[in-house]
């Protein structure tokens, strides 16, 4: 059976994240111009990236979640909602009755938490469309990777020439790159790596409201050079 780290571990990460309301926003602001119709979701957990999807032009969102303990959470969650179906499978599982029936396909916090990245992603190639997009959002550096990491599930912290070549190696070529989120770099230094903390509802309130939008306004003038996290958009040629 597929490998992905402590899911429930995994699940308090996710109820915490709950709270970066501004966090999430901001990367579907990167992902959205790449957006198709048809969109896979991976590893949706309880649906907080869900529900900013439901608010773009996609037509039908495509919930993967494997945790039986999260899944529930998310099936109750968009019950009502047409345009979201929910699978409770890993993709592995299900890939092969839906060739190049994506045109996106996105992965938000969730492939370092996959063991066989490679595999994961050889799945993904297969079930999206031509000139469709993979878009994957994980953290950085390989640096910052502490206990903290460990303990929720991350295999792994990508460094780009790594991440590049993971997905090169699936058979998408690269559209961009680039890190993401500097602050929270040098904070995870200290918080996670220095002094071996965790994530809370409040420290992650208060990074949500008062570090994210500053740090969205200057990284949307100015590349980072490093970052907390990873942002690619690869491209199914």
């Known amino acids: 059976m597929r490998n992905i780290g402590n899911l429930s571990y995994f699940g308090k990460d996710l109820e915490d994240m709950a709270f970066a309301k501004n966090y999430h926003k901001w990367i579907l602001e990167r992902f959205e111009p790449y957006l198709g119709d048809i969109v896979a979701e991976i590893g949706a957990g309880t649906g907080n990236f869900t529900s900013l999807l439901i608010n773009t032009e996609i037509k039908r969102i495509c919930a993967f979640e494997p945790s039986d303990n999260m899944y529930p959470l998310l099936k109750n969650r968009f019950q009502e909602k047409k345009e979201v179906v929910t699978i409770n ?74 991440l590049i070549e993971v997905v090169k190696k699936s058979g998408f070529s690269i559209e961009n790159i680039g890190y993401f989120d500097i602050a929270g770099a040098i904070l995870w230094y200290i918080v996670f790596v220095l002094f071996g903390k965790t994530t809370s509802k409040t ?32 491209k199914k040629i």
């Open 89 to 162: 499978a890993f993709l592995y599982e299900k890939y092969q009755k839906f060739p190049e029936f994506f045109d996106t396909v996105l992965y938000v916090d969730v492939l370092e938490h996959i063991e066989s990245d490679e595999e994961e992603l050889r799945y993904v190639y297969e079930i999206t469309k031509k000139n469709g997009f993979i878009l994957i959002f994980v953290p950085a550096l390989p640096l910052l990777y502490s206990e903290f990491d460990k303990k929720i599930g991350h295999f792994r912290r990508y460094s780009q020439k790594k």
């Open 203 to 234: 420290n992650v309130s208060l990074y949500d409201k008062f570090i994210v939008p500053p740090m969205r306004f200057l990284e949307n003038i100015i590349k980072p050079p490093i970052g907390k996290n990873l942002l690619l958009v690869g």
